[in-house]
């Protein structure tokens, strides 16, 4: 079965700054990856989902992710963070042939520092 | 366009209690639904899933069920909760198809007492 890890729990960068947010999956076949964001309290929030194609996806909200097959992540970045990015982020993977068995990371909280 | 209502947005229960909580979607048919439960700093933690009125898949067993008597309308049940039910629980949707994002509704902040 995939599995994703988010390495990092916790970030914090200043407003204005870049953001890199790690997500590495493992799965035998092509992946299906999604970035959800989660604000405190409320449910998750598509970003952006990478199917085929083009490996550098855009989302809402100005952020992006990069679906890199040989180092198996697909990172999400933005290149300048707002004070209202504050909140948690989920990298998701899918399997081709079973569209429930969404696995899910265990999220990286984002703090921007003012 | 496709909405999805999950409530009560808060709940507090005695321990021993009954439990039902409710989700819809709008705007959409035949849809794929999911119960998920997600504890304090951790991840997501699939309970049900149904991709038909009155079929239900359970992930994990425990002392919780699911129903779904139409076809947008899935439903989180409870006999007797325990402490250990306390939590998040956020209902979702996707497309019947393969390799569809899920969109999640609001969530319920669940405290057993």
């Known amino acids: 079965a995939q599995s994703v890890t988010q390495p990092d729990i916790h970030i914090t960068v200043s407003e204005g700054a870049s953001l890199e947010l790690r997500c590495n999956y493992s799965?035998?076949?092509?992946?299906?990856l999604f970035w959800y964001v989660q604000s405190p309290g409320q449910g998750l929030q598509l970003l952006l989902k990478?199917?085929?194609?083009?490996?550098l996806v855009q989302g809402i909200k100005g952020f992006e992710a990069e679906f890199k097959r040989s180092q198996s992540s697909f990172n999400l970045r933005k290149p300048s963070v707002h004070w209202s990015d504050a909140a948690e982020y989920f990298c998701?993977?899918?399997?081709?042939?079973?569209?429930?068995?969404?696995?899910f990371g265990a999220g990286t909280r984002l703090t921007v520092k003012p | 366009s496709q909405t999805i209502h999950q409530w009560p947005a808060t709940l507090v229960q005695p321990v021993g209690s009954p439990l039902s909580l409710e989700c819809t979607v709008e705007?959409?048919?035949?849809?794929?639904l999911y119960w998920y439960r997600q504890a304090a700093g951790r991840g997501l933690q699939l309970l049900f899933y149904?991709?038909?009125?009155?079929?239900i898949s359970s992930e994990v067993p425990q002392n919780l069920s699911a129903s779904r008597p139409q076809d947008r309308q899935f439903i989180l049940s409870s006999k007797k909760l325990l402490l250990s039910d306390s939590g998040f629980y956020l209902c979702?949707?996707?497309?019947?198809?393969?390799?569809?994002?899920?969109?999640f509704g609001d969530g319920t902040r669940l405290s057993i007492l």
């Open positions: 979702a949707w996707s497309r019947g198809r393969p390799n569809q994002p899920q969109h």
């Open positions: 799965y035998g076949a092509t992946p299906y």
């Open positions: 990478y199917f085929s194609g083009d490996t």
């Open positions: 998701a993977v899918g399997a081709d042939d079973n569209n429930n068995d969404m696995r």
């Open positions: 705007g959409t048919s035949n849809p794929n």
């Open positions: 149904s991709v038909g009125i009155g079929q």
